[in-house]
T-cell receptor
Framework: AQSVTQLDSQVPVFEEAPVELRCNYS??????LFWYVQYPNQGLQLLLK??????LVKGINGFEAEFNKSQTSFHLRKPSVHISDTAEYFCAVSDQKNQGGKLIFGQGTELSVKP | NAGVTQTPKFQVLKTGQSMTLQCAQDMNHEYMSWYRQDPGMGLRLIHY???????DQGEVPNGYNVSRSTTEDFPLRLLSAAPSQTSVYFC????????????FGPGTRLTVL
């Protein structure tokens, strides 16, 4: 079974500052990793995903994440945030052998960007 | 393409009432799932389906039923609503073979009094 831990429930940051949202996972098998974003009162949108290959993954809106197998982490970063990045961010994991569409989500991190 | 649609957007029920949350997708996706979102708990999988006529339980299936008679529709039934089922419900779909990239609906906010 897999599990996902997002280490920060809330991250306040000033506009144009860098940000890192932390995600650790636990799994006994190989996994795919995802970050989703949820803007207020909306559904979830895929930001980026790691399937294989390069451990640095680039997503939409200037976000990127780095897969670290030894530390079982998949932290999300952005060098300079905007007010519009205010949202909740979810890290998720899927077993590579599981084709049933089962995603395991972390608890979420609320990113609040202040002017 | 409308993507994944959910109705209603909001619903208030009394304890013991039953209702069906509707979910439809027009992308011809084989896989569909229902999640509930509660503060501080992320999204938890309720039920999922890998194709018409095939459903299976997720992490928190108790109190919910599903069926999948067509590829497009995946309704979620609350048999006898309880206050613990107050939540935001999301339906998602994905195409088989796309490494679990799921597309989510806008959600249904359910309150059980």
């Amino acid at each position: 079974a897999q599990s996902v831990t997002q280490l920060d429930s809330q991250v306040p940051v000033f506009e144009e500052a860098p940000v890192e949202l932390r995600c650790n996972y636990s799994s006994s098998v190989s996994v795919y990793l995802f970050w989703y974003v949820q803007y207020p009162n909306q559904g979830l949108q895929l930001l980026l995903k790691y399937l294989s290959g390069s451990t640095l993954v680039k997503g939409i809106n200037g976000f990127e994440a780095e897969f670290n197998k030894s530390q079982t982490s998949f932290h999300l970063r952005k060098p300079s945030v905007h007010i519009s990045d205010t949202a909740e961010y979810f890290c998720a994991v899927s077993d590579q052998k599981n084709q049933g569409g089962k995603l395991i989500f972390g608890q979420g991190t609320e990113l609040s960007v202040k002017p | 393409n409308a993507g994944v649609t959910q109705t209603p957007k909001f619903q208030v029920l009394k304890t013991g009432q039953s209702m069906t949350l509707q979910c439809a997708q027009d992308m011809n996706h084989e896989y569909m799932s229902w999640y509930r979102q509660d503060p501080g708990m992320g999204l938890r999988l309720i039920h999922y389906s890998v194709g018409a006529g095939i459903t299976d339980q997720g992490e928190v299936p108790n109190g919910y039923n599903v069926s999948r008679s067509t590829t497009e529709d995946f309704p979620l039934r609350l048999l006898s609503a309880a206050p613990s089922q107050t939540s935001v419900y999301f339906c998602a779909s994905r195409k088989r073979g796309t490494y679990n990239e799921q597309f989510f609906g806008p959600g249904t906010r359910l309150t059980v009094l």
